[in-house]
């Protein structure tokens, strides 16, 4: 049965490949239709996914000796209320839909993100304690970049540019080419068939 599996995945991936890189009419058909389906089990697994969470939180609610049963019954209302607003209302384009991101999950998201600047500030100052060369040259580039944000000192900002243009991208654009060689090298081996998740 191993055999079986890995052999459909090794074919079906080598046909996708084929289709991005070559224009052959039946090839396209192919790809384009496998690429269909696979939005299709995306959205079962997505569908998949909120009836487990869903289950999860009736039976913490259920059981009502858990300290989180509070928060799993707001899980539960929202979700609810998400999915009749979405529903009966025109979809995710209505009103409902709109008022609830603009009125409620944008404010929510804003809250998330100024509680994580604290968290992000805190850990900045553990991570840049001088005890290394390293970690010197790491607090003088923030240091420069803090003063360039501020426009009295042109010296620190024509620094602070030249800091997030030169290295900085050059650093952003290696770790870019590393994850990618390495996409490459993970689906290459999943499609000889060396890693096998799809028969485990």
Request: hydrophobic share 60%; charged share 10%; glycine share 8%.
């Amino acid at each position: 049965m191993r055999l079986v599996t890995t052999a459909f995945a090794i074919a079906v991936g080598m046909v996708v490949v084929f289709d991005f890189f070559f224009e052959q009419p039946i090839i396209d058909a192919i790809g384009k239709a496998f690429t269909d389906w696979a939005i299709v089990l995306t959205a079962f697994a997505v569908l998949l996914g909120l009836v487990n969470l869903l289950a999860v939180h009736v039976a913490r609610v259920v059981r009502r000796n858990e300290p989180s049963a509070g928060y799993s019954v707001i899980v539960l209302i929202t979700t609810l209320v998400v999915l009749v607003a979405g529903l009966a209302f025109d979809g995710p384009s209505g009103a409902p839909m709109s008022w609830l991101f603009t009125n409620v999950y944008a404010p929510l998201q804003g809250a998330l993100f100024a509680l994580v600047a604290f968290f992000l500030a805190t850990a900045a100052y553990r991570a840049l304690r001088i005890r290394t060369l390293e970690s010197a040259l790491m607090v003088v580039a923030a240091l420069i970049v803090f003063l360039g944000q501020i426009p009295l000192f042109d010296f620190f900002v024509d620094l602070k540019n030249w800091l997030l243009n030169v290295p900085s991208e050059a650093g952003v654009r290696g770790i870019l080419l590393g994850v990618a060689l390495g996409t490459i090298a993970t689906g290459v081996r999943l499609l000889v068939g060396l890693d096998r998740p799809y028969s485990e």
